[in-house]
Each structure stands twice: as structure tokens, then as C-alpha cells.
């Protein structure tokens, strides 16, 4: 507000004043600037990522004023695997307001750990070529949260497993959906007494012979029914 002055004087010397206001108002919001958004991994074997930003900045057609930061983590903080949003407010001398925004994504990009038991070799019972086998069950970890683990592939523990080695394959998902593989094997040897035989691929057929030539021996069809090798 600025008071302006008048004052008139005649020829006999009489003087006589008067005044009035002149308010000018600064209705101009400042204009405000965020810093880039910033785009991490998380650090190794957390969840987190630790982010440093620079703080907003304004500018505004009049003189005083200040910025804050609103809501969001501090810069240098740790911020938690996704987008985390840090909101600034610059307000002017005349109480005029701005606000921006920025955003830090974190990204989990770390696989999970999949940790199997070692490989086992079986022998049979007597006169047996296949064992029913138990294993430690397979682990996993991550550094969020492990969302599934399961048999990629092989038998599971208390399965009977045939002769020769089978190959177990377990996978684990993070929540991510990031995943990661590991194996073992199961090796059975037929037992005492047990006769193996040989299998010969004759073309359209397929001939067991025991090894002595005289032992029957049970075949049995894996998968039953198949749709195309077995």
C-alpha cells in the first residue's frame, strides 16, 4: 500500500492537504522447480535403494518467499522397492503457493536364491531296481519377499524313483517376478539279486532282455498314456 500526498496552497498562502491509497496486490503464484526423477535398483541383498536428490528451486516476480518439502522421504534416505513420490511447496512474500513433484522408483532387480539339497545315490531294496527316495526339501530366499517355489521338474521327495539318475529341478519366483532354477539328482542302483537287463531300440519295437536271458522282467510304460516319446 502507498499513500500519496496533496496540498494546495492559495495566494494568500492557505494550504490545505488530502491523501489517498494506492494497494497493489501480487496475485502471481511463484513458479517452482522439482528435481529429475530418479530410477535405481535396489542394493544389493535389500529391498531398498538409497536415493540422493537435489531440493526444488522457485522463482517469483517478487522478492522473499521460501520452499518445503510437503510429504516423500528425505534425499539420502532409503526408499522402498516401487515409486515413492517427494512433493514441494513454494509459497511467496504474498502467501501465493506452488507445488511439483518428483519421483523415485526403485526396480528389484536381484534373482532369488535357490538353494538344493546334494545329489544322492540310492541303492534298492534286494532284488529291487526302484527306491522310494525322501530329500530335504529345497530353500529359497530373496531380498524382498519369495512368492512360490516348486518342482520344475523331476519327483518329488517320497516319490518312487526309477533306476538310473533323475534330475530334480525346483524354481522359486520372487514378487517381482523375477525366478531362478535349481537342480540335483537322484541316482537308484538296482539292489542285490536285482536283474536290470538291457533294452535294445529295434526301430518300431522295443526288446528287454534280462541279463542272464532267462529272468522275466516287468516293463513299465512312463508316461501312460503318452502323446508322443515315452
Known sequence: ATTVLWKATDAAGLIKTCTFRVTL???????????????????????SAVATYSFAT????????????TSGLNSSSAFPKGSNVVVFKATDASGNQSTC????????AQLPLVTCPSNLSVTAAPSQCN?????????????????????LSGLG??????QGTTTNTWRAFDN???????????????????NGGAFEDRGSK???????????????LAPNPAATTV
Open 206 to 220: 522295443i526288446e528287454a532282455q534280462a541279463a542272464d536271458n532267462q529272468q522275466p522282467i516287468t516293463m513299465t
Open 157 to 162: 521327495s517320497g516319490s518312487l524313483f526309477p
Open 176 to 194: 517381482s517376478g523375477a525366478s531362478n532354477t535349481c537342480a540335483f539328482t537322484v541316482t537308484v542302483s538296482c539292489g542285490t539279486g536285482a
Open 58 to 69: 522457485f522463482t517469483d516476480n517478487c522478492t522473499g518467499g521460501s520452499v518445503v518439502k
Open 25 to 47: 496486490n501480487d496475485n502471481k503464484p511463484p513458479t517452482i522447480t522439482c528435481p529429475q526423477g530418479i530410477a535405481k535398483n535396489t542394493d544389493a541383498g535389500l529391498c
Open 101 to 108: 513433484s518428483m519421483t523415485v522408483t526403485v526396480t528389484d
Open 131 to 151: 527306491a522310494t527316495v525322501s530329500y530335504a526339501s529345497p530353500t529359497a530366499t530373496d531380498n524382498c519377499t519369495v512368492q512360490s517355489l516348486f518342482l
